[in-house]
């Protein structure tokens, strides 16, 4: 692990004011999509790949290095890019799949900060301030957590270390993967001003350019330019870019709250439009969404239900639950099959299912006052426990519902 620090000479009132300043750390991992495809298929490690959906004019989401070293770039039509390199392989981003590794990402740095801040596509921010007491100086907590990281998920990040989050995004950024960037407090604007303007974060091509005809292409000359020239061409976001160049960053690492919630997805084993089988394969999904459903004693209060097209195009739709629905598959189902049928608009073949129960709570009902009225539902609660305790004792797919294996 090597170290690249920038610090100027600092006085003794700047090195005790540097005390009280805070520890950020930007953990961002390249390509990262890209780096969870070749997880699952390390042939593809040293072949051009891209993330798209088939047709040649669906847009390239991700690429590895491979495809960037022939300039492929996130953006571009999948048509262009197989035109640019002959050879190029590509797979279809399964974001389910890469929400689910940012969250273990997230969790993986929990122990060493309850302040964790997801910012997606594999890069996380983490305030270690105060810290030191626990796990010692910051440079060498932020390389622990990076090796185990690379331990836990087989994932190489870039490591930043600031007192805020703007210049620790930066400082990773210019890093190798595995190296840590770590920029001293007070020695924010000395480290920013030799690098391009495109380093900043929210300076985009568009941007980049407009100050390329005012000839600033350093963060160091965006730095020094007078506001009110800038103002003419940028109004209001002329003072949020001196302010970034200047290494000005006060925002806070917001840790994110993860909700509970039972999520099942299902890639079927092939494209399938016949509406029978698709009913087939989405009651398989609550049977096994009501197992967990019951086993932690929870009632879902929300429903997101998502479809996958073979062409690529996905549709999702959320719907509240009645407060008074029951755990059982059956009950359960009736729930989600009006949610399916108003999102089957489409004669195209379904390739993936995704089902999600949130707001979960404990489930409470009042007593009928007349017994007979809750016949029905005591009758499907009985049943549904009697395939419960079955399948606790022989397995799960020792029995299913008649009409729907």
């Known amino acids: 692990m090597t170290f690249t620090i920038h610090s100027p000479i600092i006085s003794t009132k700047r090195s005790e004011r540097s005390k009280m300043s805070r520890n950020i750390v930007h953990m961002q991992i390249p390509d990262f999509y890209a780096a969870l495809e070749e997880l699952r298929r390390p042939e593809l490690k040293r072949l051009p790949l891209v993330l798209a959906r088939a047709g040649e004019r669906s847009v390239v989401q991700g690429v590895n290095a491979p495809a960037r070293k022939e300039g492929l770039r996130e953006g571009m039509a999948l048509g262009r890019a197989r035109r640019m390199c002959r050879r190029l392989h590509t797979v279809e981003a399964d974001f389910y799949h890469y929400r689910e590794k940012q969250l273990e990402m997230a ?116 730095a020094c330019f007078p506001l009110e020239v800038l103002g003419a061409v940028f109004g209001k976001n002329a003072e949020r870019l001196l302010k970034i160049a200047r290494g000005v960053d006060t925002s806070p690492v917001f840790a994110a709250r993860e909700l509970p919630k039972v999520s099942v997805a299902k890639i079927l084993e092939r494209d399938e439009i016949d509406p029978g089988r698709l009913e087939s394969a989405l009651f398989e999904q609550v049977e096994e969404a009501g197992w967990d459903l019951r086993r932690h004693n929870r009632r879902p209060g929300s429903l997101r239900l998502e479809i996958r097209y073979a062409d690529g195009m996905s549709v999702e739709t959320k719907k509240r639950l009645p407060s008074w629905s029951i755990q059982a598959d059956r009950a359960l189902f009736q729930s989600v099959l009006p949610a399916f049928y108003k999102l089957l608009r489409r004669r195209v073949a379904v390739r993936r299912l995704v089902i999600e129960f949130s707001d979960l709570a404990m489930p409470s009902a009042q007593l009928p006052l007349f017994t007979w009225k809750d016949a029905k539902g005591s009758k499907e609660r009985d049943l549904q426990k009697a395939l419960d305790s079955m399948r606790m004792k022989f397995g799960k797919k020792i029995i299913s519902w008649a009409g729907r294996a």
């Open 107 to 222: 969790r993986c740095f929990g122990g060493c900060s309850p302040l964790v801040e997801s910012s997606g596509q594999g890069s996380c921010f983490i305030d270690i301030t105060g810290t030191r007491g626990l796990f010692g100086p910051g440079p060498d907590l932020a390389c622990r957590m990076e090796r185990e990281l690379a331990e836990k998920m087989g994932l190489r990040a870039r490591i930043g270390l600031a007192a805020n989050k703007l210049v620790s995004q930066v400082a990773a950024h210019c890093m190798e993967p595995g190296k840590l960037g770590c920029i001293f407090p007070g020695s924010e604007e000395s480290f920013l001003w030799p690098l391009p303007v495109e380093f900043l974060p929210g300076v985009g091509g568009v941007t980049a350019a407009k100050l390329a005809g005012f000839n600033i292409l350093r963060t160091g000359q965006l």
